[in-house]
Nanobody
Framework: VQLQASGGGLVQPGGSLRLSCAAS????????MAWFRQAPGNEREFVAT???????NYADSVKGRFTISRDNAKNTVYLQMNSLKPEDTAVYYC????????????????WGQGTQVTVSS
């Protein structure tokens, strides 16, 4: 199983970006998926999470600006980021807490490779 994140880039303050993270492999289903981020010199921090049923939770710093969603048929999670601020600059990582793969068996704690988001004028 692999998670491939994409969609990062350079954007001006107040702008928008949409991140995607696609899981590939012999996947039957994925439970909770999430986005985390890590700015230079900081620890990785939670951004948002979504269950397989669509329940969401957000860090206070992004509430009202970011929206997490998923397409279970495509094994893909998205992060729509609006009203971006310079403090949102970080490498964004997607996470899958548990994946049911062919076997069947559960495999745990997969991470994507990270995608850079830079908010600057």
């Amino acid at each position: 199983v692999q998670l491939q994140a994409s969609g990062g880039g350079l954007v001006q303050p107040g702008g928008s970006l949409r991140l995607s993270c696609a899981a590939s492999g012999s996947i039957i289903s994925i439970n909770t998926m999430a986005w985390f981020r890590q700015a230079p010199g900081n620890e990785r921090e939670f951004v948002a999470t979504i269950t397989s049923g669509g329940n969401t939770n957000y860090a206070d710093s992004v509430k009202g600006r970011f929206t997490i969603s998923r397409d279970n048929a495509k094994n893909t999670v998205y992060l729509q980021m609006n009203s971006l601020k310079p403090e949102d600059t970080a490498v964004y990582y997607c996470n899958a807490a548990a994946i049911l793969v062919a076997g069947p068996e559960w495999e745990y704690d997969y991470w994507g490779q990270g995608t850079q988001v830079t908010v600057s004028s």
